[in-house]
């Protein structure tokens, strides 16, 4: 049985102030969003870290919206287990923590990684030139984007991306992403 008070305490002793986990749809996204700015706000932040870590998350659950690898109108209990994605956000001293995780198709890791991979090594002002090379080669994927949004998050935390791949089973792997932010 699940001890909810030792969830509680592992909640308490990261600092998490907002965790969701289930489908993800676009009015989850916006009551996310409202929540973390009515929170931000009450914790009277500055103005410039309150819209890094604004912008940031909008990036990430984007993310999590628009890269499912699962039809949405497939409604049986293994896809809507795949559907399924975890986001948190929580704050530690000076640092905010935007953690966010979701299955992918074990035939996107590959590709996903090499592009993170990617990202990570670029300077400041190479991410800066990466995103315009995308922007005009219009290099966008089925799902859009052409990979903008791991760039913007890579260029508006100033962090490296911090990402994880877990085998599954034979088609998909679990996804985690931890976004720092200063």
């Known amino acids: ?6 969830f509680y ?17 676009s009015e989850l996204l916006t009551s996310i969003l409202q929540i973390m700015e009515s929170k931000l706000d ?7 870290i309150k819209k890094k870590v604004y912008n940031v998350l909008v990036e990430c659950l984007q993310n999590l919206y628009h890269h499912l690898d699962v039809d949405l109108n497939d409604n049986s209990e293994k896809a ?3 559907r399924s994605a975890i986001f948190m956000i929580g704050k530690i001293g000076t ?5 966010t995780g ?14 993170l991979n990617r990202i990570n090594v670029m300077s400041k002002d190479e991410l800066k030139e990466y995103y315009k090379e995308i922007l005009n080669n219009d290099e966008f994927s089925e799902k859009g984007g052409g990979g ?11 962090q490296k991306l911090n990402f994880n791949f ?17």
């Open 42 to 48: 009450n914790l009277q932040e500055e103005p410039k």
């Open 9 to 25: 305490d592992k909640m308490e002793r990261n600092k998490i102030m907002l965790s969701f986990k289930g489908d993800i749809t």
């Open 95 to 99: 640092e905010y923590n935007i953690i």
């Open 166 to 182: 877990v085998d599954i089973d034979d088609q998909f792997s679990f996804f985690s992403l931890n976004i720092k932010i200063s």
């Open 1 to 6: 049985m699940l001890d909810i008070y030792e």
């Open 148 to 158: 903008l949004g791991m760039i913007d998050i890579a260029r508006k935390s100033g």
């Open 80 to 82: 809507k287990k795949y």
């Open 102 to 115: 979701n299955y992918i198709l074990n035939e996107n890791v590959a590709s996903l990684r090499e592009k």
